[in-house]
């Protein structure tokens, strides 16, 4: 079962429990007006949690080889609900395998890691393993995870289309992975290596937010 089924399910589940609630402390003599409204506002709210939270880009497949960490491809696939371990071109192929296969879609839905875990009929079990790519495959990703030297990075567009700017990195004061603070408006921050401009527009977005989030986390246990 993929998540958006899932979320489906636990949704009607959801407003189920809230409508068998409402009966309840109608029947209890609460005024009907107060207690729909009280159960149309926890519905709103649910829906809004999971379609922010839940419900995020797919990132392009030409946009994959700006990912040049293999830390941001495990942490990708992760939140994705894809297996993040192996190698780069592994976890390259995961990725571009799955958006070419949503090529029509801006968004997908992803499920959160506890319920992934569930043993049980609703559990979102990882996506096929498709295992390592031919061997042409093999020698492309590998060349869009090299190390390449982040100070080449400034001709480079940014995902999603994005362009670099002066004036982001201007407006920025702080790492967006590791939080030290900027000073010399350099690319590159000084204390982790990050692409700045990179990391600041992909934050900009929902599943970038998320990778940046978990990334700096990782960094902050360092």
């Given amino acids: 079962m993929n998540a958006r089924d899932v979320w489906a399910v636990f949704t009607l589940l959801f407003v189920l429990a809230v409508a068998v609630f409402s009966a309840f402390m109608i029947n209890s003599g609460e005024e009907p007006t107060i207690v729909a409204s009280m159960a149309t506002a926890a519905v709103a709210v649910y829906l809004y949690v999971v379609y922010k939270r839940y419900r995020v880009e797919l990132v392009p497949e030409d946009d994959l080889k700006l990912f040049i960490d293999p830390e941001d491809l495990a942490i990708l696939c992760d939140i994705y609900g894809l297996p993040s371990v192996g190698s780069p071109s592994?976890?390259?192929?995961?990725l571009a395998l799955?958006?070419?296969a949503h090529a029509d879609q801006h968004f997908i839905w992803v499920a959160p890691r506890l319920m992934r875990r569930i043993p049980s009929g609703l559990a979102?079990?990882?996506e096929e393993d498709f295992g390592e790519p031919p061997e042409d495959a093999h020698e492309l990703v590998?060349?869009?995870v090299s190390d390449n030297a982040l100070g080449k990075r400034a001709a480079m567009p940014l995902v999603?289309?994005?362009r670099r700017s002066s004036v982001?990195?201007?407006r920025m004061t702080a790492c967006p992975i590791c939080d030290s603070e900027v000073t010399h408006r350099s690319l590159v921050c000084e204390r982790c290596g990050a692409d700045l401009e990179f990391y600041d527009a992909l934050a900009e977005s929902r599943i970038g937010h998320r990778l940046v989030a978990e990334k700096g986390g990782v960094r902050g246990k360092h």
């Fill in 142 to 144: 590998a060349r869009m």
């Fill in 124 to 126: 979102v079990g990882p």
């Fill in 168 to 170: 982001r990195l201007r």
């Fill in 160 to 162: 999603w289309g994005k």
């Fill in 98 to 100: 799955q958006s070419r």
């Fill in 90 to 94: 592994r976890l390259m192929h995961r």
